[in-house]
């Protein structure tokens, strides 16, 4: 069974920062890449930032120069910082992890729960 788990949401004024990790775990054999997504109200669920596991990353335009995605290899985590914080960055923001599990030869989508990120103005 492979789990990833979100911690670091919560509420910031405009202008703010945080910082969310997503931990995977379980029987993984192999992680390509991490990313993260983020869904707000009766929008669609959108790419954040990915980073695979050779360390490049992408970002969506919306938050390069404020948000910066990293990942720990050894600990199967992924991190993204977020500075300078908008009322718009407001959303659920969920990791997803590409990944083979021992069990599998394939490697699939795997989501967490999802933390929410509330931006104040």
């Known amino acids: 069974q492979v789990q990833l788990v979100e911690s670091g949401g919560g509420l910031v004024q405009a202008g703010g920062s945080l910082r969310l990790s997503c931990a995977a775990s379980g029987s993984i054999s192999s992680i390509v890449a991490m990313g993260w997504y983020r869904q707000a109200p009766g929008k669609q669920r959108l790419l954040v930032a990915e980073?695979?596991?050779?360390?490049?990353?992408n970002y969506a335009d919306s938050v390069k120069g404020r948000f910066t995605i990293s990942r720990d290899n050894a600990k199967n985590t992924a991190y993204l910082q977020m500075n300078s914080l908008k009322p718009e960055d407001t959303a659920v923001y969920y990791c997803?992890?590409?990944?083979?599990?021992?069990?599998?030869?394939?490697?699939?989508?795997?989501w967490g729960q999802g933390t929410q990120v509330t931006v104040s103005s």
């Open positions: 980073i695979t596991r050779g360390g490049s990353t």
């Open positions: 997803k992890g590409l990944l083979r599990s021992v069990a599998d030869s394939a490697f699939h989508d795997y």
